[in-house]
């Protein structure tokens, strides 16, 4: 099973862009990178899917390299509301694992 | 998200007693999924469904076990609860299997075993 490693917390300002990278050396071929976003005693919230390249919403860009080894979610000109926990998840059907998350703190 | 509901949302019981927890959704999905969430940690996988008829063991599926009753229902139970399974329980629904698929959860269920 792919294991992430990710920061275990970041700070940034109102109005900056957040990068956050994560590390996952060990991906197979039909693993997917996902992203979720969680606040305090709620469910996790999908926020992005890739399986490389670059992929781009309406909340956020996930960057994958070639080697897909690693990945980096960017965060355009984050808010106060960004201040959440951040998973980086790799797998495929039913094995996907949530690792510990990167805990994001927006700072005004 | 109010589409995945769960109940209860929260439950204090004693070691040994038998505990379900029931998860409905309103989504249409077929792919059902039961995770806990230990504090400060991330979730772990402890069954999914892929339909009525399928049930599959996730990463710590000991001393749990679920029912698909129906396409938009979902149960897990502890057939006897321990300290040990005091956490946060969260459902999911998904379209699509993983890893194509977004996952829904609900709010969550937090049980505390005395």
């Known amino acids: 099973l792919a294991k992430t490693t990710q920061p275990i917390s970041m700070d940034s300002y109102e109005g900056q862009e957040v990068n956050i990278t994560c590390s996952h050396n060990?991906?197979?071929?039909?693993?997917?990178i996902t992203w979720y976003q969680q606040f305090p005693s709620q469910g996790p919230r999908f926020i992005i899917q890739?399986?490389?390249t670059k992929v781009t919403n309406e909340v956020a860009s996930l960057f994958i390299p070639a080697d897909r080894k690693s990945s980096t979610l960017s965060l355009p000109r984050v808010s106060l509301s960004d201040t959440a926990v951040y998973y980086c998840l790799v797998g495929a059907l039913g094995k996907i694992i949530f690792g510990k998350g990167t805990r994001l703190h927006i700072l005004p | 998200d109010a589409d995945v509901t769960q109940t209860p949302r929260n439950r204090i019981t004693k070691t040994g007693k038998r505990i379900m927890l029931e998860c409905s959704q309103t989504?249409?999905?077929?792919?059902m999924y039961w995770y806990r969430q230990d504090p400060g940690l991330g979730l772990r996988l402890i069954y999914y469904s892929f339909d009525v008829k399928d049930i599959n063991k996730g990463e710590i599926s000991d001393g749990y076990s679920v029912s698909r009753q129906a396409q938009a229902k979902f149960s897990l139970s502890l057939e006897s609860a321990i300290p040990n399974q005091t956490a946060l329980y969260f459902c999911?629904?998904?379209?699509?299997?993983?890893?194509?698929?977004?996952?829904?959860f609900g709010p969550g269920t937090r049980l505390t075993v005395l």
């Open positions: 989504k249409g999905h077929d792919r």
């Open positions: 999911a629904t998904s379209e699509n299997g993983l890893p194509s698929g977004e996952q829904f």
């Open positions: 060990n991906i197979a071929t039909n693993d997917y």
């Open positions: 890739g399986y490389k």
